[in-house]
C-alpha cells in the first residue's frame, strides 16, 4: 500500500540541523504514526512522504517554510504578570498553549520572568531552520474510522477503550 490521504503511516525519523547536529529520533523508541493529509506532519516531509510504501527510506532537507515556518518577531510576546494565573510559579523555559490576536493557537515558552513582566514566544524552537530528515517507513494502513472523526491514531489500548461499555 502507498502512503496516500488518510493512510495511517508508521515512520522512523533521525532530524538533524543544518550543521548535521543530530536534534531528534525515533529510533530506540516505537516509531512515530500519524494520519497522512490532514496536517499532523510538517508540511514538506509529509509531500515527500506521499506515494512511498513500507521499507522506503528517504533522506530530505526542507526550508524553513517547508518546516516548522520562519521566525515571527509578532510572535514574542511581553505581557503583565497578572495576566498569568499561577503568576508566582512561572519559570524561564516553561510552555503553556495560548491564543494569539489572529485566533491562532500557539505553544508558547517562557523567555524572561522579571517583578512585572513575562516574556514568551510562539515560535516553535525548530523555526526558521533548515532540517535534513533521514526517514524509514514502516507502516502504512488505512486510518479507520473512529481515527478520521478523532483526528488522530489509535494504539490498540485505545480502541479497547473506545469499545469497552461506559
Known sequence: MQIG???VVSIHYTLFSEEGLELDSSLGRDPLSYIHGIGQLIPGLEKVLEGKSVGDQ?????????GYG???EQLVLTLPRDRFENAD???E????AGQTR???YHIFRVLHVDAESVQVDGNHPLAGQTLTFNVQVEGVREATPEELSHGHVHTGEEEEEDESPV
Do not use: A
Open 89 to 91: 510559579s512561572i519559570q
Open 58 to 66: 528517504i533522506s530530505v532537507t526542507l526550508s524553513p517554510e517547508e
Open 70 to 72: 520562519y521566525y515571527d
Open 5 to 7: 490521504k488518510n493512510c
Open 93 to 96: 523555559g516553561m510552555e503553556f
Open 102 to 104: 489572529d485566533g491562532s
